[in-house]
Nanobody
């Protein structure tokens, strides 16, 4: 079954932290690219952070220095540590996977064929 499952969303006050998780073992046997995207109501889906099988990481400017993407050593789980959260970070967050090692356009949603159902993050002021 092609499925990515996110967890860890919730409600937090501005300045707080959350850690999102996504089960990815089905997609990390060889070459891969993994990413977190988010979509707020009425807005387009945007790339937040991505990592490839060579551990190359990219971040959206809006989250640089506040969010950290990582994976566990067994490559079964993708994480997004979110610190210093702001109300504008409120969105549905999705993890996505591609079974190739991308070095560019890692934050473009069209490059990812596999998606989770999303987990809601709400940041109150």
């Amino acid at each position: 079954q092609d499925q990515l499952v996110e967890s860890g969303g919730g409600s937090v006050q501005a300045g707080g932290s959350l850690r999102l998780s996504c089960a990815v073992s089905r997609y990390t046997a060889s070459r891969y690219s993994l990413a977190w995207f988010r979509q707020a109501p009425g807005k387009e889906r945007e790339g937040v952070a991505a990592i490839n099988s060579a551990h190359f990481r990219v971040y959206a400017t809006s989250v640089q220095g506040r969010f950290t993407i990582s994976e566990d050593t067994a490559k079964t789980t993708l994480y997004l540590q979110m610190d210093s959260l702001k109300p504008e970070d409120t969105a549905m967050y999705y993890c996505a996977a591609d079974q190739s090692t991308r070095w560019s356009a890692l934050l473009q949603p069209d490059n990812y064929p596999y998606w989770g159902q999303g987990t809601q993050v709400t940041v109150s002021s």
